[in-house]
């Protein structure tokens, strides 16, 4: 399980038998505030530049990446590098440190994790 | 794996020794063509409604749902339910079925799983 659970919501992409062949009633939904976390955190990865710097972050060995170091490898300008990198951290995918001039970026905990168990049947 | 491996794309979470403490550069970027097809899907999925209608989809015994089934358990409107149906079938998740007056919708096979797995560290 991931280190982050509290706010964790999930599809529910498997029901029990004795919901077998009933057809959707209002109890099997999921609820809409719920679903409203999980849409802003898939709309923080609707965009592909975006999924770009979370791929940069994400594969780092030193588990952050200097916002220094993110506008070259995009090819992006650093307002529009920042402008995304605020998107992720709103959404809680990425932390935000600043050390000197400097801000780092790392994944949070569990975060993509969660997402991505969301997609996926319950066990 | 999932049935559905020609498009799948990851985020490269994970990189090789080699690339240890070196910053980011442009080769270990997630190419934006692929960044771009995953943005879409997850576009798809930044909507709470889509997600609700996808949370009964995917939990049906019968492995479909009739559109005419969706309507009242999400308390929407007909069209507006199309309209987001139209939205997932589009995006390469749910997969449309016309057998007489209705049309009949199931979760692609393997799109789920292949989303969650873009967001997890290779193994």
Redesign the interface.
Known sequence: MSAITTDTVE?????TDE???V????D???Q?AE??L???R??A????????I???V?????LE??VC??S????LKQPTVSHHLKILVDAGILHREKRGVWAYFSVVPGA??S???S???KN
Not at 45 to 52: A, E, F, I, V, Y
Not at 58 to 62: D, I, K
């Open positions: 599809l529910g992409l498997q029901i919901t077998c062949c057809p959707a009633s209002g099997k939904v999921l809409f679903a409203e999980l849409a802003a898939f709309k990865l609707s965009d592909p530049n975006r999924l770009r979370l791929s940069i994400s594969s780092s060995e030193e990446t200097c170091d993110l070259e490898p995009l090819g993509l994790e997402l991505a168990s997609l996926l049947p």
